[in-house]
């Protein structure tokens, strides 16, 4: 009787062990719902992504760099429009070279820092404790906040969302509340490095880094960089007086509604609208000596100007001097200098749609205490450049316009169709 209730199976035991059993294979079965749920989303953004892949593929190659200027089409209005194509060109036009993104005087002393952004890269650069020229992501190891604002001077970086600090070489000093936190090592957690250098009055950063590069040795030779990014430009500029010293006077930014890239073309036309957009900056300057010289990344327009004749004023007034040389370092960079000017035009795209322009005005030394002059000369920059956002914005929309796709070149764009053959080498799959 004993034996025969020992082998009798209890109802509620019964029940629990089927429930067991069921609860674990509806576990796994859920399991295996959510796995192939998550892998097809993952084939979906894949999928995707090749889409986008292959449409940005096609609107590159409606452009052919091989056709001259005598016989070329510009490229489409969708270069201009598209947001994959945009997407496209951060990874591939911003963030793979060497980018202009500040000037020396802005880190002068030790501990001097400034910020910005390229396209989505935050990033500030400053120089250490010691001296040395630094450049590190933006970005908190912790929570992604951004550390730091504006320019100044700092001794550490000290984020504003969890109080994690770092030091200006972009080590992790401090972590808060991370006791007992296992697997944390803080000489793992520091600033992520970007590559920097310093070339004339410029600050120069790269993205991407380069493999062969040492994390400890992200600071690059001047020299060498400006090979790289001028090519063989470089004795050009240095003989036009770009890397001279100058005093820097102010910044002005323009945030304005096109594309990044009208507002290049529009300075690339060799001169082509300064008659008819510009009347006043078209009185200081000789447009039948207008000359263009294309290099690897750099074409250099250059003009003279009125000098005594033309371009000075009854009362003396001449900002423009006997010889404008207009710089564009591709892909977004320009540096003019004229008479005892330099000023420099960095174009940041916020969207397909959108760009911001960083004007910076320096000035021969010898003329930085002379206001009027100074005051004077910025509101003749200033009416120039209203007049150029109105010539953008009034192109952008008619590239959004269906009545448009796509244009010819003049003879005297040649520093355009350089600049978008330019593009399409780095836009090509």
């Known amino acids: 009787m004993m034996t025969m209730l020992a082998t009798i199976t209890s109802p509620s035991s019964t029940l629990k062990s089927t429930t067991t059993g069921y609860l674990k294979l509806h576990h796994k079965f859920?399991?295996?719902?959510?796995?192939?749920?998550h892998r097809?989303?993952?084939?979906?953004?894949?999928?995707?992504?090749?889409?986008a892949a292959s449409n940005?593929?096609?609107?590159?190659?409606?452009?052919?760099?091989?056709?001259p200027v005598e016989r070329a089409l510009t490229p489409p209005s969708s270069w201009y429009t598209d947001y994959q194509f945009h997407r496209c060109e951060l990874d591939r036009v911003?963030?793979?070279?060497?980018?202009?993104?500040?000037y020396s005087d802005q880190i002068k002393a030790n501990r001097d820092f400034f910020t910005g952004r390229l396209g989505e890269v935050e990033f500030v650069v400053c120089r250490d404790d010691e001296g040395k020229i630094r450049a590190f992501h933006n970005v908190c190891s912790h929570h992604a906040s951004i550390l730091?604002?504006?320019?100044?001077?700092?001794?550490?970086?000290?984020?504003?969302?969890h109080g994690w600090t770092y030091s200006l070489n972009g080590s992790l000093v401090k972590a808060t509340r991370m006791t007992g936190i296992e697997n944390f090592a803080l000489n793992e957690m520091g600033l992520k490095p970007l590559r920097v250098a310093v070339w004339g009055p410029f600050v120069l950063l790269k993205v991407t880094q380069d493999k062969s590069k040492k994390e400890e040795d992200i600071e690059s030779d001047g020299s060498v960089v400006a090979s790289e990014w001028?090519?063989?430009?470089?004795?050009?500029?240095?003989?036009g007086g770009v890397d001279s010293t100058f005093s820097f006077i102010c910044r002005r930014e323009y945030t304005i509604d096109c594309n990044w890239k009208v507002f290049c073309d529009n300075y690339l036309d060799g001169g082509y609208h300064v008659p008819y957009a510009h009347k006043g900056l078209m009185s200081g300057l000789d447009l039948e000596t207008y000359s263009t010289t294309l290099f690897e990344r750099?074409?250099?327009?250059?003009?003279g100007g009125g000098g005594s004749k033309a371009g000075e004023e009854e009362?003396?007034?001449?900002?423009?001097?006997?010889?404008?040389?207009?710089?564009?370092v591709y892909p977004n960079f320009m540096i003019n200098r004229y008479g005892p000017w330099m000023d420099t035009n960095l174009v940041i795209p916020l969207g397909p749609r959108k760009c911001k322009v960083v004007f910076d005005y320096f000035l021969d030394p010898s003329l930085k205490d002379d206001e009027a002059f100074i005051r004077r000369s910025l509101e003749e920059s200033k009416r120039v450049q209203m007049e150029d956002v109105v010539l953008c914005e009034n192109v952008q929309r008619g590239l959004e316009s269906p009545a448009y796709d796509k244009g010819r070149y003049a003879l005297v764009e040649k520093p355009m169709h350089h600049f978008h053959c330019l593009l399409h080498q780095n836009l090509k799959i």
């Open 148 to 161: 730091a604002s504006g320019s100044g001077r700092k001794s550490c970086f000290f984020c504003p969302y």
């Open 315 to 328: 009362d003396g007034f001449d900002r423009l001097g006997s010889q404008a040389l207009y710089a564009f």
């Open 230 to 239: 001028l090519g063989s430009s470089v004795g050009r500029l240095s003989e």
């Open 56 to 67: 940005t593929s096609n609107l590159v190659e409606e452009f052919d760099p091989e056709i």
């Open 298 to 303: 750099v074409s250099i327009q250059e003009c």
């Open 30 to 37: 859920s399991v295996s719902v959510s796995q192939f749920r």
């Open 40 to 51: 097809r989303r993952r084939i979906h953004q894949t999928l995707r992504v090749f889409a």
């Open 94 to 102: 911003f963030y793979g070279g060497w980018q202009v993104v500040g």
